[in-house]
């Protein structure tokens, strides 16, 4: 059985680049293991030569023709893109200093 | 204004000339505004009036005072809309402060088909964030309360979608189901809850949450109306590859056709591994006594063996956190959603990201390490794969037990809707809640909760039906005839 302590917590919350306090390490270590510890149940099922069922659907996915579609743009004719971006200078995003 | 429970209702108020588009959504606006439910994130007033307005023109003008029931079959009608689906230039949080200001500039394609058929958006509906949570206590932006008892949960994901249609905040409503986030809060909260079958309606606009689990469906106050809506929205989209090309039937009429003496002859299979110990005695009653109606009126009830349901919530919670993880890390705070100052000041890329994708909710943090840990170099076929094969298992059970049954039924949930704060401080405790809806959503099967009755404090218990994947036909039929049973929606 997989020992969940704060160091795996912590490893694992960098993969993610999640920001956790010492309290949610703490926190997240208690209810992660006792979430595991409820799925080792599986260990018990027999499973060999069982094709996993990764997806929602049989077979495979309808393809689209590769064309090209217009993209939206506001009435000044900008990207509506970037309407959602946190911040947009001239057609683009304008990502934080650190990026660029 | 007095209760108009049905889109037929309604309709026949439009064509009398006592009520028209306008009013109708003037007075659900009122309602919202003078409840303390917590329902609603965000409403879009301005643009519901304005699609009200014009179509009150158009009744008079237009159409000569009739509703075009065919034409534009949910003419006039109110809805809510879970915050988890996209509205062109309507704020969208997915009740995430990392969604705090975002407002998408694309509508869902759901949205988009009940809109074209006559509805009102009336704005969007509270959740637990990014649609993770048994019981609407997971929102940013606060609890949802039950909509008749204000120290029980509405259930979730859907809660505010529940507590909406209950207590008549708008006619229906959207809400989306991954493991039971619309039966659940159906069930808890007294209405019809709806969820399709995987692919049959569009996930366009549905911010994704686990993409082989996710679906969109009705929650009204009929199970005419789950059908009408049900029928709207269904249908293959170019936008989602994973949208079904399937006949979609005319289920309504499957509705208003079906007599309770249709229950002769239906086979309605009855899973023993879903009344295990642990079920509370009144829905255990309350369930077992619409079996033995449905009997008496001749349904052949026959008891079936689904052996892998006791694995159902192991199993959701690899496969939901694995995809969740994914799903969530387009969370960088580069593209849209919020950049909180803080960010700015850091250091480098990994220390930017970190800071922005701090502001997921407790709950999302812990299935989003849970997943990251499952998809992880040395676990992933232990784990995730290990699963995935499970799921496998559960499916084929399903398919065993449909060569013997139309139809399934069981509670929806083990108990009535629990006290606030009741699970909220162990999270697998609170997983167990979904044990009953959970597995037809990893075999991807229509299911429905049906109102069958109150337990002694007056909290509703709902039914659980399923059928096999693509027969929503015999669902509505089957889940009509239970209606009718309980004495619900005439």
């Not at chain 2, 643009?47 to 009150?56: F, G, K, M, S, V």
């Not at chain 2, 950049?339 to 800071?355: S, T, W």
Request: charged letters at 20%.
């Amino acid at each position: 059985m997989i020992d969940v302590n704060e160091t795996l917590i912590q490893k694992v919350a960098d993969l993610a680049r999640l920001e956790l306090s010492e309290a949610e390490i703490r926190e997240y270590a208690s209810s992660i293991g006792g979430i595991l510890k409820h799925v080792e149940q599986l260990n018990s099922v027999s499973t060999e030569g069982v094709e996993p069922m990764y997806y929602g659907i049989d077979g495979s996915l309808r393809l689209r023709e590769d064309l090209v579609q217009p993209m939206a743009v506001k009435e000044d004719g900008k990207p509506r893109i970037l309407e959602t971006a946190p911040e947009s200078i001239h057609d683009g995003f304008k990502v934080p200093p650190m990026i660029g | 204004m007095q209760e108009l429970k049905t889109i037929r209702q309604i309709h026949d108020a439009f064509d009398s000339g006592v009520l028209t588009p306008s009013d109708l959504t003037r007075n659900y606006f009122e309602t919202i505004k003078s409840s303390q439910h917590n329902a609603w994130i965000t409403l879009c007033e301005r643009r519901a009036l304005q699609q009200a307005e014009e179509l009150t023109n158009d009744l008079t003008y237009k159409h000569g005072g009739k509703v075009p029931r065919s034409a534009l079959p949910l003419f006039g009608i109110p809805l809510g809309i879970k915050d988890v689906l996209t509205i062109d230039g309507v704020r969208t949080t997915c009740a995430s402060k990392m969604l705090d200001n975002y407002v998408p500039p694309y509508t869902a394609t759901a949205v988009v088909k009940l809109e074209a058929a006559g509805a009102i958006s009336l704005g969007k509906l509270n959740m637990d964030e990014f649609a993770m949570g048994s019981s609407n206590e997971n929102s940013a932006y606060g609890t949802v309360l039950h909509p008749t008892h204000s120290d029980r949960v509405p259930g979730g994901s859907s809660g505010g979608s529940g507590t909406a249609v209950a207590a008549d905040h708008c006619l229906a409503a959207l809400g989306t189901d991954t493991g039971g986030s619309i039966r659940l809060p159906a069930s808890f909260c007294g209405i019809v809850g709806m969820k399709p079958t995987y692919g049959r309606i569009s996930r366009y606009g549905q911010i994704a949450f686990a993409s082989s689990l996710d679906q969109i469906g009705p929650m009204t106050k009929s199970v005419e109306d789950a059908a009408l809506l049900c029928q709207v929205m269904a249908g293959v989209d170019a936008k989602d590859s994973t949208s079904a090309e399937i006949e979609v039937d005319n289920w309504q009429q499957t509705v208003l056709e079906t007599r309770v003496s249709d229950a002769k002859g239906l086979r309605v299979g009855v899973p023993q591994e879903y009344f295990i110990d642990g079920i509370d005695v009144e829905v255990r009653n309350a369930i077992e006594g619409m079996i033995q109606k449905l009997k008496d009126q001749g349904a052949e009830i026959v008891p079936v063996s689904l052996p892998h349901t006791q694995y159902a919530v192991s199993t959701y919670y690899v496969i939901a956190v694995s995809e969740a993880s994914s799903n969530l890390s387009r969370y960088d705070g580069v593209r849209f959603g919020v950049r909180p100052p803080e960010a700015m000041q850091a250091a480098n890329l990994l220390d930017f990201y970190k800071k922005v994708r701090g502001n997921f909710g407790a709950e999302v943090k812990r299935r989003i390490i849970l997943g990251t840990f499952a998809l992880s170099s040395g676990f992933y076929d232990a784990y995730y794969r290990k699963a995935a094969q499970v799921r496998r298992l559960m499916r084929t059970d399903f398919e065993n037990a449909f060569q013997k049954v139309d139809v399934m039924v069981s509670p929806v949930a083990p108990t009535t809707a629990f006290k606030l704060g009741e699970k909220s401080k162990d999270p697998l405790t609170m997983y167990l809640t979904d044990i009953f809806t959970i597995p037809a959503s990893m075999a991807g099967l229509p299911a429905m909760s049906v109102p069958v009755g109150n337990d002694h404090q007056g909290l509703s218990i709902g039914m659980h039906l399923f059928a096999p994947r693509f027969n929503e036909t015999v669902l509505f039929k089957a889940g009509r005839i239970v209606e009718l049973l309980a004495g619900g929606a005439k």
